[in-house]
């Protein structure tokens, strides 16, 4: 008993609510499609709340993000949004590594994340490795074993950033990659929008979404509900 408290305040602290019991009453029925259940249930349902936990870290330091602005400094603005994203772009992809875990890579919640955010995977990789990245010893730099020469060019950078608009704050990074410079746009507040559709998802492919969460969590998106809302 007092270890489920411990485990309620956990989660409540991200969540507002994650209800311990399943299988109530009012449980909701929306089981998304193609779902792999080979993974043991029970492992399922503690990655359905470490997945959701993830979304609930992405969405509150979103908000945080958005919340910073100076109009005496902007630059120093601008600077703390672009920190910021990095730490959203890593709980955003935590919450498709564990969505892709618990439902299954080719299920439809997690290929609808792939279709929103094609670079979300590509840039968090960049910035995991940023320092081999940097020296042109990154996964996507070396070729035959060889590390890129990068003639005092920059190897990673976050070259531009911009806000304001219906997907929040966006940065473009730029990757001198061995088939030439390429660069990746994300937008921080769609990346976070998806995590919030596929959250829930996960949370009712394993029992643990019912109108109780729904009602309390304040940065699920209500499946009954458009994207959008
Ligand atoms: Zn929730």
Not at 2 to 8: G, I, L, P
Not at 176 to 204: H, M, N, Q, S, W
């Amino acid at each position: 008993m007092v270890d489920s408290r411990r485990n309620d305040a956990r989660f409540s602290v991200w969540a507002g609510s994650l209800p311990p019991v399943v299988g109530r009453g009012d449980t909701l029925t929306l089981v998304p499609e193609n779902v792999d259940t080979s993974v043991d249930h029970q492992a399922r349902v503690e990655i359905a709340r470490w997945t959701h936990t993830w979304m609930c870290a992405a969405a509150r330091t979103h908000e945080f993000l958005e919340s910073i602005w100076d109009e005496e400094s902007p630059a120093s603005s601008i600077g703390a949004r672009d920190a910021l994203s990095l730490v959203v772009i890593d709980a955003v992809r935590n919450t498709y590594r564990g969505a892709a875990v618990a439902l299954g890579p080719n299920s439809d919640p997690v290929r609808a994340f792939e279709e929103r955010q094609p670079d979300l995977k590509v840039v968090r990789d960049r910035f995991e490795h940023f320092e081999d990245y940097l020296r042109g010893a990154g996964r996507a730099q070396m070729r035959r074993g060889e590390v890129l020469v990068l003639d005092h060019l920059v190897g990673l950078e976050i070259r531009s950033s911009s806000g304001g608009g219906p997907g929040g704050h966006s940065i473009e990074v730029a990757v001198r990659e061995r088939d030439g410079e390429k660069t990746y746009f994300i937008e921080i507040g769609a990346a976070v929008d998806a995590a919030r559709v596929l959250a829930p998802a996960v949370l009712v492919a394993v029992g643990l979404y019912d109108d109780r969460h729904a009602d309390r969590c304040a940065f699920c998106r209500r499946l009954d509900s458009s994207p959008g809302a």
